[in-house]
């Protein structure tokens, strides 16, 4: 990960984004919106079942590059139905 927001590092091999999802695909489906200004609605979530998780110091090395998190607090689920 860079130390700085913005710098480009070039990958010395391919890198398949499978890899990191668990093998059982069972999945929520949901409406919602950006988490991230312009907090723009009409967005369709995925949210696999089955948690993955990262260290603690994976969050703090994110947290320092983007200087804080980068998200608005959890919505309400409102009106909108969560389907399986």
């Excluded at 998780?53 to 909108?80: C, D, I, L, Y």
Aim: proline share 8%; hydrophobic share 40%; net charge positive.
């Amino acid at each position: 990960m860079p130390h700085e927001a913005g710098v480009k590092q070039v990958l010395l091999s391919a890198i398949d984004p499978a890899g990191f999802l668990p093998r059982v695909g069972d999945y929520f489906r949901f409406n919602g919106s950006l988490t991230t200004p312009a907090c723009t609605e009409g967005i369709r979530w995925v949210v696999i079942k089955e948690p993955l998780t990262v260290s603690k110091e994976q969050v703090q090395a994110f947290q320092a590059v983007m200087h804080g998190t980068n998200n608005r607090p959890v919505q309400a689920v409102n009106a909108r139905p969560v389907l399986r």
